[in-house]
């Protein structure tokens, strides 16, 4: 289907949030797509205009205002209708609630994170297993499940990550197979099965049979700027909100049946759904791992992503009711050297946020983001897929944005994109969606296209210098490098 035909576009556009990434969409929705800027309309309770100030004079509309849960269902109806598209780029909107809307109302929707109304509510209380995103998906689960028919498109979680590295694993996995294949790594009934599972695009499949045991969503964020952080002050590329709601949740990862061990404090889920992550009692702000990008060997956070769900389950290979394969699978977020000075800075304060946040826009003066999937202990070790993006190519392609916000901003257009072509397929994780169809639609925004095998692992380059003092190497399984163990920053 053509997406940008007129007969398939909305009649409005609904933007709830008017942050950093809301302000890249905008202009990507007008310029791409071919969306009557008089067709979007802006929500916000902070007065952001001056920075969606060129989309306004175009015709795009603002209004200062604020949906709640008191206020969700009179709010969406005087603002969206049949066959409209709702894009939820705002914090904590209960997203069974808002998706529950949209069903009844055939409305199109789309996140990039899934939120609830008071991730703060009883946190010393609470069982950390009830603030992992394991539980906001299953509630999705069960939402879905009572749905008679899929209704209106609702793509949940589709920014860069989650969202784009879903799609990045998949072109990952392919290109890894074909050389496998081609190179002769892959032979007799192995390279049989690896050539049927790519016919039929079995990436659990491709998965299992490539050995592929840990994937990382590893990124690191080199964007400087030339206003240093100040005192108290907690500065960062994109939604320091976001930053902060996950990174004081517990760290949460999908947990690949080669795992030995389970790591200390973990906990491990027991209700009736996939049971394909643990989590561990302690912020993933404060949980660091080893982890590889294109510019080299990083130390990432372990923050909590939705992919780590969603990545993991689409990739376990069931056989009788019991997970015979399944990756470990996690974030490892090294991010822009002023929002690790202000996550430091954080905890000296014990969590209570700093009095001022800023988000980098204009005075970044140089740096890129590299995001991408690092998928390991296969044949190869290592391979990395993902985009590498520079603030001034992204500033050709969006002005006043960052490198981080259009890598965003690209996989929410590509979602848009679909929905326009597919308006009718009910609720979606981005593992479910077309990934050429995706990537084709981001990458003119993603800067280079990185994919290539890598010759890696996390105790090749390993460094302890007091290792012959402490009990450290004890700690280590040196005959399987991809347990976690090997990962984990002590």
Same mark, same amino acid.
């Given at each position: ?16 949030? %008017? ?38 004079? /175009? ?7 604020? $949906? ?13 209708? &049949?066959?409209?598209?709702?894009? &939820? ?5 209960? %997203?069974?609630?808002?998706? *529950? !809307?949209?069903? &009844?109302?055939?409305?199109? =929707? ?153 790591? /200390?404090?973990? +906990? ?29 060997? #990083? ?17 376990? @290979? !069931? ?49 890129? &983001? ?12 290592? +391979?990395?897929?993902?985009?590498? $993006? ?6 050709? /392609?969006?002005?006043? *944005? ?13 979602? @848009? ?27 003119? =925004?993603?800067?280079? #296209? ?5 010759? !890696? ?10 290792? *012959? ?6 700690? $280590? ?14």
């Amino acid at each position: 289907m053509n997406a940008n035909s007129s007969a398939l576009l909305p009649a409005r556009i609904l933007v709830l949030g %008017c942050g950093s990434v809301a302000q890249c969409t905008v202009p990507l929705l007008i310029d791409d797509l071919g969306i009557a800027p008089s067709s979007i309309h802006i929500v916000d309770f902070v007065d952001n205009r001056h920075r969606v100030a060129d989309a306004l004079a /175009k015709g795009v509309t603002y209004e200062s205002g604020r $949906l709640t849960r008191e206020n969700l269902d009179e709010f969406l109806s005087s603002r969206c209708k &049949d066959g409209d598209i709702l894009l &939820d780029l705002a914090w904590n909107i209960d %997203c069974p609630t808002i998706l *529950q !809307w949209c069903h &009844d109302h055939n409305v199109r =929707y789309l996140n990039t994170s899934v939120e609830v109304w008071d991730p703060y509510e009883d946190l010393a209380s609470t069982d950390p297993r009830d603030r992992t995103l394991y539980v906001r998906h299953q509630d999705l689960r069960r939402l879905k499940a009572k749905w008679g028919k899929p209704g209106a498109s609702a793509v949940v979680e589709h920014g860069a990550n989650p969202g784009l590295v879903s799609h990045f694993v998949k072109r990952a996995l392919t290109q890894m197979s074909k050389r496998m294949l081609t190179d002769g790594t892959a032979t007799g009934d192995r390279a049989v099965a690896l050539e049927s599972a790519l016919a039929s695009q079995a990436f659990n499949h491709l998965a299992m049979l490539t050995g592929t045991k840990v994937i990382h969503i590893s990124e690191r964020d080199t964007q400087l700027a030339v206003e240093p952080k100040r005192v108290n002050e907690f500065v960062n590329t994109w939604s320091v909100d976001g930053l902060y709601e996950e990174g004081i949740a517990p760290a949460e990862l999908g947990w690949g049946t080669h795992e030995k061990t389970l790591p /200390k404090n973990a +906990w491990q889920h027991e209700d009736d759904g996939p049971r394909n992550q643990i989590c561990i009692a302690q912020p993933g702000m404060e949980t660091w791992v080893r982890s590889w990008v294109p510019a080299g060997e #990083i130390r990432g956070l372990v923050i909590r992503h939705g992919e780590s769900y969603t990545m993991s389950d689409h990739l376990t @290979v !069931w056989k009788d009711g019991r997970a015979t394969y399944r990756p470990t699978v996690h974030y490892a977020y090294c991010p822009s050297d002023v929002a690790i000075m202000s996550i430091h800075e954080l905890l000296m304060r014990n969590y209570e946020m700093q009095p001022e946040q800023r988000i980098l826009n204009d005075e970044i003066v140089q740096g890129e &983001d590299q995001l991408g999937v690092l998928l390991m202990g296969h044949d190869y070790n290592a +391979w990395w897929t993902g985009s590498i $993006l520079d603030i001034n190519e992204a500033r050709s /392609k969006v002005p006043h *944005q960052s490198a981080t916000t259009l890598q965003v901003a690209a996989s929410v257009l590509a979602a @848009v994109k679909w929905m326009i072509a597919e308006p009718m397929q009910g609720l979606k994780v981005p593992d479910e969606l077309p990934h050429d169809f995706i990537l084709d639609a981001a990458s003119p =925004y993603l800067g280079t #296209i990185w994919s290539d095998a890598v010759d !890696w692992d996390p105790l090749r380059t390993r460094r302890d210098v007091f290792d *012959q003092w402490s009990d450290l190497a004890a700690t $280590l399984d040196r005959s399987d490098p991809w347990q976690f163990g090997n990962f984990l920053c002590p």
